[in-house]
């Protein structure tokens, strides 16, 4: 296993002004990313527009991650990358 | 779940100290008040879900209802300290305040958990897919048995499904025989039989026979899982009414601002400090953007849930938006309306051989024919349970017909080739056949006409159907084919579709579906492959069947996953049903606003009052939307335009 950590900025206009709606978009690309094969761990910050996600590099690349973030309609920047494991 | 627990749990404990602290200045003890004020104060703070959203947001330059909700609370609980002292009624005045920012707080974070579950709900639909999604095989290995995680099993692999359980994997059966159903891919509940031959998809149940099954796609490339994709990327795609909402939205907060101020000057130089204030933290506490942002996502997303628990996937937003003005479906025949594939639909026979002996020795000639009208014979004998020797030899006379011989008997296939030796009985059939758009092949054995088979494509058992239901909506129906006018003018009898065009090339019905479009709003309904380029100029594309097929999955406005063509009239209803729901919402949701604004600027209402009316406002909404999941398909008889 050869984990990885990667802090990314996605970001959606949608939703002004109201939390529930956040909340709600948030769980839907939380469970989108978390189903890819070889993602351990993902935290969606609705507020912020920050997405950490850990994932095992042996069985997944980051590129096929934010592609699948994209799809669902987001603008992706990575913010941060580091090996944690 | 665990987020909607600590939610709970939350809200629950902020009621409790808000009561307590509520009745704790009734009880005759030492420090009642200001052991009240601590326990309301510890009530409050219960709520910084609220006030930790409200100020992080406005860190990322976004306004919030929460903020407003968070500044409310704030100045109720500073006046509780302030005013009271200054006109001297002390800590008992004090707990007024208080308690009331308590019960704001508590009125909120409800409104906020039992939205945020509510929205959850939504997710149903999909849920119900991904749990569906196998997550072990039994498979074969060196002749043992062995159960595997779903991740280690290769392509090309044998997995053994015994009855009763869910197939792991998309592949094609190579031994055994079972009924299988497969609603999770294509919603109807009807079990399908499954032999060698036959494809399976993963997350379908197997019924009764035991199944081996040769691996062709697993995990994530599977039906299934491009099925649980689309849905997911569709729920994210916001259809064009929202831009109404958002346009909204975006002023609205900065608006409330200037108005709560406004209402804080007025009021200040008419009505004093005290009055000033309660208005002002009313007029905060009463905007409910939410209703207005909410209202459209929420339907949109419970409302391709909903589809794709039918088999039918609606690619986004904007789909639900054309959808729902569609004017004219135009339909392709062949492998549409039609099952695509020829079949033995009458034989005729003459002198005193029987139907078994025309089958029989038409099925010799045509053995090794890969012809469609060979195959529809071939499979007649197998449906018959005849054995089909070999011809002993055979030739094939491209557009004729096949001259072969079985032993010492010679058998001709075909018009062309026996012409000569036709009855009038014979040639009256053929032509009344011919008429009908459908194929006659005369059986002649040593040069007698032995029987006629008559071969057609047949119509779709629910076609008739869905022509019906289209027409009960108001909906124009258009068959387009490339066959010839014979065979599309009685089809187009059969199932009654308002017009049809035949003999058209790819291109012709491209341009058919052009200038239908200049009056209509156009749906194409077709397998998604060969209709390509009709299907990529109308304004809603259905591909049908699609289950299995990656191409028209993708590229599709609306997959139909079964061939189920009554979905086409569903997929319109709902979408009817949906923009009316998201229109209403929007309607509501703003007058909602403008009413709630109004009582609170003029004093009409309290703090409390004016959280309770805007937490239900939301609320109502996104239960309203979230109950597109529940619609059900119409039956025949209740649809209508």
């Not at chain 1, 993902?42 to 994932?55: L, N, P, S």
């Not at chain 2, 035991?210 to 795609?237: G, N, P, S, W």
């Amino acid at each position: 296993m050869n984990v990885e950590r990667v802090i990314l900025n996605a970001s959606k206009i949608d939703c002004t002004g109201c939390s529930t709606c956040a909340v709600f978009k948030a769980e839907n690309l939380q469970h989108a990313i978390a189903r890819l094969n070889g993602v351990l761990k993902v935290k969606v910050d609705e507020i912020a527009g920050k997405v950490t996600i850990e994932y095992d590099k042996e069985k997944i690349i980051l590129s096929k991650i934010t592609e699948r973030i994209g799809r669902l309609g987001y603008q992706v920047k990575i913010i941060s990358e580091e090996e944690i494991q | 779940m665990k987020g909607h627990v600590k939610g709970v749990i939350l809200v629950i404990l902020l009621g409790i100290f808000t009561l307590a602290g509520a009745l704790m200045p009734g009880i005759q003890i030492a420090y009642a008040h200001e052991l009240s004020i601590a326990l309301t104060l510890v009530a409050v703070a219960l709520g910084y879900r609220i006030y930790v959203h409200g100020i992080r947001s406005l860190m990322h330059r976004n306004v919030t209802a929460q903020l407003f909700a968070t500044i409310a609370i704030f100045i109720s609980v500073i006046a509780g300290f302030v005013l009271p002292a200054a006109s001297a009624t002390g800590t008992a005045g004090a707990v007024g305040y208080l308690t009331a920012s308590a019960i704001v707080a508590f009125i909120i974070l409800s409104g906020m958990t039992l939205e945020d579950y509510i929205i959850h709900r939504t997710r149903g639909a999909l849920e119900k897919l991904i749990n569906m999604s196998p997550t072990t095989a039994r498979i074969r290995r060196e002749g043992v048995e062995v159960e595997v995680l779903i991740d280690e099993v290769k392509l090309g692999e044998v997995v053994l499904v015994k009855p009763g359980d869910k197939i792991p994997v998309d592949g094609t059966v190579i031994s055994g025989q079972s009924t299988v159903n497969q609603a999770t891919i294509t919603g109807e509940s009807i079990p399908v039989e499954k032999t060698v031959g036959d494809r399976t998809f993963a997350g379908t149940l197997n019924e009764h026979g035991a199944l081996e099954i040769k691996v062709e796609k697993i995990a994530e490339d599977t039906t299934l899982a491009h099925l649980i994709q689309l849905v997911e990327e569709a729920q994210e795609k916001k259809a064009p009414i929202q831009n109404v909402a958002d346009r909204f939205t975006t002023y609205f907060l900065p608006i409330m601002a200037v108005v709560a101020s406004s209402v804080f000057v007025a009021s200040y130089f008419a009505l004093g400090f005290d009055v000033a204030l309660s208005r002002t933290v009313t007029v905060l506490l009463v905007a409910c953007p939410c209703a207005l942002a909410i209202a459209v996502p929420v339907a949109v997303a419970a409302t391709i849930g909903n589809a794709s628990m039918n088999g039918v996937i609606i690619k986004g937003g904007t789909h639900i938006e054309k959808l729902k003005d569609v004017k004219l479906v135009a339909f392709d025949k062949t492998g549409t309306l039609t099952i695509g594939e020829p079949k033995v639909v009458e034989i005729k026979t003459f002198g005193n051989y029987s139907e078994a002996d025309t089958i029989k020795y038409a099925a010799i000639a045509e053995k090794f024919s890969e012809h469609p009208l060979s195959k529809a014979i071939i499979a007649k004998a197998a449906e018959m349970n005849m054995k089909i020797p070999d011809p002993t030899d055979f030739k094939t006379i491209p557009g004729q017909g096949v001259n072969a011989h079985y032993g010492n008997k010679h058998i001709l296939i075909g018009r062309k080739l026996i012409e000569i030796g036709l009855s009038e009985e014979a040639n009256q059939l053929i032509s009344r056949v011919e008429s009908e758009g459908k194929t006659a092949i005369p059986v002649a054995l040593d040069k007698h006409v032995i029987g006629i088979v008559v071969v057609a494509d047949t119509v779709r058992e629910n076609s008739l159907e869905s022509i019906q239901r289209l027409k009960r909506l108001g909906v124009k129906t258009v068959m387009l084919t490339g066959d010839s006018t014979l065979t599309a003018k009685s089809i187009a009898e059969q199932i009654g579709v308002d017009e049809y065009h035949a003999e058209l090339l790819p291109e012709e019905k491209v341009a058919i579906i052009v200038e239908l479009k200049k009056d209509n709003v156009v749906a194409m309904v077709g397998d998604g492959v060969n209709d390509a380029p009709a299907l990529a100029n109308s304004d809603v594309s259905f591909a049908m069947g699609a289950a299995g097929s990656d191409v028209a999955m993708e590229t599709a406005d609306v997959v139909l996953l079964g061939d189920d063509l009554t979905k086409v009239e569903y997929a319109i209803s709902l979408s009817r049903k949906a923009f009316n729901r998201m229109k209403g919402n929007i309607a509501y949701a703003f007058v909602w606003n403008i009413v709630a604004l109004s009582l609170a600027a003029f004093g009409i209402l309290n703090p409390v009052l004016a959280v309770v009316l805007s937490e239900a406002g939301c609320i109502s909404v996104v239960i309203n939307s979230s109950l597109l999941l529940r619609s059900k398909p119409k039956l025949l008889a209740e649809v209508q335009g």
